[in-house]
């Protein structure tokens, strides 16, 4: 069973869901965790939860990851806090849906924002640490929709799509200096994110998934954990989906 005894791990959106999900996984493992989410109160829940269960095991640290000079100023403060990183994960998300003939203007900038410049903020704030690290990883949580495309989720679908054009590249800009990069693609996972569905959505959806359920948080936190363990030290530039079978 892997270990990550002495490893860091900078976790952002690990307040809720599959990051909470992914935050416990690895503290079990023995990881110290940095928990970044956009409020205070909730990377904050999120560590002292852990830490009542793995003492002093995580750090939490609130801030917006579309903001690339709060995410500089965080970086500084978790390395220091830390001394290094070993694995980087971009998992905070936002959806904003609807159909493309009445999506806002701002609900397309807020969801590329997040999703995808902020993997590219945390990315550049944290990949010359990582060169140095051992068996550095970056993790990032995409979806089956950037995959697949979605009716009136053309921003999400828009920013999953480039966060995968995203990692294949940095996967081969950072080869060289031993990191990987990944993608986890999520299918429909019972989180807050999903919740929001009606009834006869998710029932719709749940007829097309071939193993016809709704995954759990538990199951995208034991594809990071490892994608993250150096049995995976081979695997680099992939989107791996974790989907009941959606997207075979
Ligand atoms: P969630 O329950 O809604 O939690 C999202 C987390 O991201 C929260 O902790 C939130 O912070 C944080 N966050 C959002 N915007 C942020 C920002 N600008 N800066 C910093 N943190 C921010 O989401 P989830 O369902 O666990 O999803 C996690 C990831 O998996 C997302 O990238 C999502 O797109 C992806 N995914 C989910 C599913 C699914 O079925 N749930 C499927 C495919 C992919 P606060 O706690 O402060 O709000």
Do not use: H
């Not at 944290?126 to 051992?134: N, T």
């Not at 990987?180 to 999520?186: E, F, K, L, R």
């Not at 006869?200 to 034991?222: H, M, N, T, Y």
């Amino acid at each position: 069973m892997a270990t990550f005894d002495g490893k860091v791990v900078v976790l952002s959106g690990g307040g809720r869901g599959i990051g909470l999900a992914m935050a416990k996984s690895f503290a079990a493992k023995g990881a110290k965790l940095a928990i970044l989410t956009r409020t205070e109160s909730s990377c904050q829940a999120a560590a002292d939860a852990i830490n009542a269960e793995y003492a002093e095991a995580a750090k939490p640290y609130a801030v917006d990851v579309s903001d690339s000079a709060a995410v500089d100023a965080v970086a500084k403060e978790i390395l220091s806090d830390f001394g290094g990183i070993n694995v980087l994960i971009n998992n905070a998300g936002i959806t904003r849906d609807g159909l493309l003939m009445r999506m806002k203007e701002a609900d397309w900038d807020a969801v590329l924002d997040t999703n995808l410049k902020g993997a590219f903020n945390m990315t550049k704030a944290f990949q010359r640490p990582l060169m140095k690290s051992a068996d550095p990883r970056i993790i990032n949580v995409a979806s089956v929709i950037g995959l697949m495309g979605n009716a009136g989720q053309a921003n999400y679908a828009a920013s999953k799509a480039g966060l995968i054009g995203f990692t294949k590249s940095v996967a081969r800009e950072l080869a060289g200096k031993g990191v990987t990069c990944n993608a986890i693609a999520p299918g429909f996972i019972q989180t807050d994110m999903t919740d929001v569905l009606d009834d006869k959505v998710k029932e719709g959806i749940q007829e097309r998934i071939p193993l016809k359920s709704f995954g759990q948080v538990e199951d995208v936190a034991a594809l990071a954990t490892f994608l993250a363990s150096e049995e995976a030290r081979y695997i680099t530039g992939q989107v791996i989906a974790t989907d009941g079978g959606m997207t075979m």
